[in-house]
């Protein structure tokens, strides 16, 4: 566990944190003694009722397509205990578009997946950088975990323009992993099928990864949040795509 200057509790914000793979994040870091800061677009109900079933936690929302929105979160965030150890970039949309229909991908499509996919984690990285280093100083490096897909290295997912995106932040976590280090390590998870709300009615999906995958069965998000736990844990591992897909790319 991290360990502040002062001897407080390490913080973690976790981005799209009221619903599915992220709400495990939050509840699993909580569990493990992080102050947690819960983020979403929308449910502000949901939000401020998980921070109050955590305790020592807070929501904010913030709608991550937009530029003064994120550093908001941001500066709400490290406002909160003066401090910001670990950020895990989960919030994340998808268009579902079949990969050999090109008109319907359109550019307006491209750009919001772009948004909220890309260049919300890149510019709330950037805001965060200066207390994530600060967090560094105690000993330990800070933390980063962008969430992926198996979608952006393998010709699969929801759209091309999804995909896409997905490939655009593992390549990503690389580049900033090289760029952050020693004071922030930066990884990733590439999901495959997570069993949340969002892929309840994809039963071809669920097919394939019953039948196919090595697993034979989709993730739950609470195997998530525990490959995100081990990251946090960590001291070492940096720029590493950890695929979370039940083996289905072996096959
Ligand atoms: P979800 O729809 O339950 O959660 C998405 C979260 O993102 C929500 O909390 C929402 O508030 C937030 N979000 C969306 N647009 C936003 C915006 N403009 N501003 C702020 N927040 C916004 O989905 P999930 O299945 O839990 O997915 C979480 C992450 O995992 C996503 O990045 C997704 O691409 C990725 N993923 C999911 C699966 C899967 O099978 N469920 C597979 C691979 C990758």
Known sequence: MHQSLKNVL????????????GAAIARR???????LVIHSHNSVETGLALAAEL??????QADLSNDKERIKLIHETVSWKGQLDVLINN????RIIPHDDLIPASPDIWH????????????LIAEAEVALRKSAQNGRAACIINISSHAGLRPKGA????????????HMTRLLALSLAPDIRVNAIAPGLVDTPLTKNWTSAHELWNKRSPMRKAAKPN???HLVAMLVTSDYLAGEILIADGGLNLT
């Open 159 to 170: 759209s091309i323009p999804y995909a896409t995106s997905k490939a655009a932040l593992n």
């Open 29 to 35: 870091l909580s569990k493990n003694g992080y102050a």
């Open 112 to 123: 919001e997946l772009h948004e909220v996919n890309v260049i919300a984690p890149f510019r």
């Open 91 to 94: 919030a994340g949309i998808n």
């Open 223 to 225: 195997d998530i949040a």
């Open 55 to 60: 305790g020592n936690a807070i929501y904010i």
């Open 10 to 21: 390490p913080v973690a914000l976790v981005t799209g944190s009221t619903s599915g793979i």
